[in-house]
């Protein structure tokens, strides 16, 4: 009798550790939304690029891409407000933000994160990939005046495509998605689909993007905390089933504390400089 034969194309698994962390102790699984591609960015550029767990003192990215143009000024991690885990990303409202190196988003991608507000006054940019030579590039923002009221709201090509309708609570975190998948964007609140359905094929270049603050700097600072922050590109996540079922990362689900695979061995881990206060 044989059981749970499996093949694996571009990956070499690190049996010896696996086997000691009981992965082969239980089913493999074969989860559609990654194939043979893992959780972390295979040699063809697939896969998890950025990923911002809020675990570590120095926030840092802990994909295993090398990202090596992260800089972090002002974010620091807060213990007393986790989704998952020990640690979430704190930003002040006022001056924290984060640059780092966008990859080049030609086809599917998948932006997500878990965001706590700590408050709703005024506008607040989670994500701008815009620089001054790319200003058509996209936002992921809450907009005070927008049709419901510090909703979410996505931005690309000098005006809004996308509108949510769910407004964030203080103090209650909400999982936020963009997900583009075969030239369709959609946002997901809370695993739920809100808003019309973009259709776009845009390519967004590998270029400087930045986190918690407007991309000129000192406008739209975000107040809230964040954790699981995770850029994934050439896969556009299945996030209505994944974050309804309740299963680990591996298997899909998004109600659990994504994870990040260091089964591929020799795959470098993230360099980066990190200036401001930490």
Do not use: C
């Not at 260091?262 to 470098?268: E, H």
């Amino acid at each position: 009798h044989i059981d749970d034969f499996r093949l694996t194309v571009g990956i070499a698994r690190d049996i010896a550790a696996d086997w000691t962390a009981g992965v082969y102790t239980s089913p493999l699984t074969n989860d559609i939304q990654y194939g043979s591609l893992g959780r972390d960015a295979t040699t063809d550029g697939k896969g998890v690029t950025l990923l911002l767990d809020g675990e570590l003192s120095t926030i840092a990215d802990v994909s295993s891409n090398t990202n090596s143009n992260f800089t972090n000024n002002g974010i620091v991690q807060n213990t007393s407000n986790a989704k998952y885990g020990t640690g979430s990303l704190e930003f002040d409202g006022v001056n924290d933000y984060a640059t780092f190196d966008m990859p080049e988003l030609d086809k599917d991608y998948t932006i997500e994160f878990w965001y706590k507000p700590k408050s709703l006054s005024g506008d607040h940019i989670v994500l701008d990939m815009r620089t001054a030579t790319n200003t058509g590039y996209p936002i992921i923002f809450t907009d005070a005046d927008g049709p419901t009221n510090y909703a979410f709201r996505f931005w690309h090509n000098n005006a809004v495509r996308i509108d949510t309708s769910t407004v964030p609570v203080v103090g209650t975190w909400m999982h936020v998605a963009v997900v583009r998948n075969s030239g369709e964007t959609r946002m997901f609140i809370n695993g739920s689909q809100e808003g019309s359905t973009y259709t776009d094929s845009s390519t967004f270049s590998t270029d400087t993007s930045t986190l918690g603050i407007r991309y000129t700097g000192g406008t739209f600072p975000t107040d809230a905390y964040i954790d699981d922050f995770r850029v994934t590109k050439g896969i556009a996540r299945d996030i209505a089933s994944g974050f309804s079922s309740g299963t680990p990362i591996s298997g899909g689900g998004w109600d659990v504390s994504l994870t990040n695979d260091n089964t591929w061995s020799g795959k470098p881990q993230n360099n980066f400089t990190v200036n401001g206060a930490i």
